[in-house]
């Protein structure tokens, strides 16, 4: 029999061989909530902090044996999704959610990286809406991925509006489109299927900087904060502020994008030894 533990939630996610996006991502907001991490692999790809090289998705099989696997032992009290990558792995994620084991969902419909490469097959974007969708609790598109889901092209919030309402008339329940990827401040538009709410941010590191991981931490902070049983709003209020301030001490491990950071405890209480 599964426990079912507060402080522990799931990424079912894509690796990021380079450490900066993907499930890496995903785990390391998780550990700031201070929320134990499980992660089920979607695909590996072969990336750094310039470019997606390749990709092998996992066989669903491969997934589904995962899934079983942790399942079997522990029970999310919230999952997030990131990069599913083939149709096929979403119906082996909505075959989980609808047996209720995931706990509060959250999904990140990935599409595609800031980079532009593909990082979904051909259809998968059906199977998100049909399957998916529906089941999970809060949606984080970006500008992109929310007019890829619903043709409305996107260049400003009122257009970010119009997608996120288009989201939930297709499936969704709640929707935060984030504006990161829109010129100006960021604001985030959350429609939680009867309000709207603008989370106004502030851009950091100049106009044309682009980091790498964003959308990722994001929705994983997110995601932590729903399984400490914050509610909705109050965790996307939480999980901007945490990737904000994550955005603000951004390190540069490689040549390319620069990638949000939080120190560790351990560097902390040196600051404060020192
Ligand atoms: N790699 C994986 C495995 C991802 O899940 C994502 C985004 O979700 C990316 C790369 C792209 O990240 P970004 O668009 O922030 O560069």
Redesign the pocket.
């Known amino acids: 029999m599964a426990k079912r533990g507060a402080d522990i939630a799931l990424t079912i996610?894509?690796?990021?061989s380079g450490g900066g996006?993907?499930l890496q991502a995903d785990l390391r907001a998780f550990g700031h909530v201070g929320v134990y991490g499980m992660s089920v692999v979607t695909?590996i790809?072969a990336?750094n902090t310039s470019a997606?090289i390749e990709i092998f998705p996992a066989p669903a099989k491969q997934v589904r044996s995962q899934l079983s696997a942790v399942l079997s032992d522990m029970e999310p009290a919230a999952t997030k999704t990131?990069?599913l990558a083939t149709a096929e792995i979403v119906k082996e994620v909505a075959f989980q959610a609808k047996a209720r084991r995931l706990g509060r969902l959250v999904v990140?419909p990935?599409l595609g990286?800031?980079?532009g490469q593909a990082?979904a097959e051909e259809g998968l974007e059906r199977e998100l809406v049909t399957e998916l969708l529906p089941l999970a609790e809060l949606i984080t598109p970006n500008t992109r991925e929310a007019a890829r889901l619903t043709g409305v092209e996107i260049s400003n919030t009122e257009d970010a509006r119009e997608a996120a309402l288009a989201l939930t008339e297709m499936s969704a329940r709640a929707v935060c489109v984030t504006g990161g990827h829109l010129p100006g401040d960021p604001v985030d538009i959350l429609f939680d299927g009867r309000n709207f709410y603008e989370l106004t941010g502030r851009r950091l590191g100049g106009a044309g900087i682009r980091?790498?991981?964003?959308?990722?931490f994001f929705s994983a902070a997110i995601t932590a904060y729903l399984a400490r049983g914050m509610d909705l709003r109050g965790s996307v209020e939480a999980g901007k502020r945490l990737v904000e301030a994550a955005i603000a001490k951004a390190i540069a491990p490689g040549s390319g994008?620069p990638v949000p950071w939080l120190k560790a405890a351990s560097d902390e209480t040196e600051d404060q030894t020192a």
Do not use: E, K, N, Y
């Open positions: 996610a894509g690796s990021d996006a993907g695909a790809t990336q997606v990131g990069m990140d990935v990286s800031t980079s990082l980091f790498h991981g964003t959308g990722c994008m």
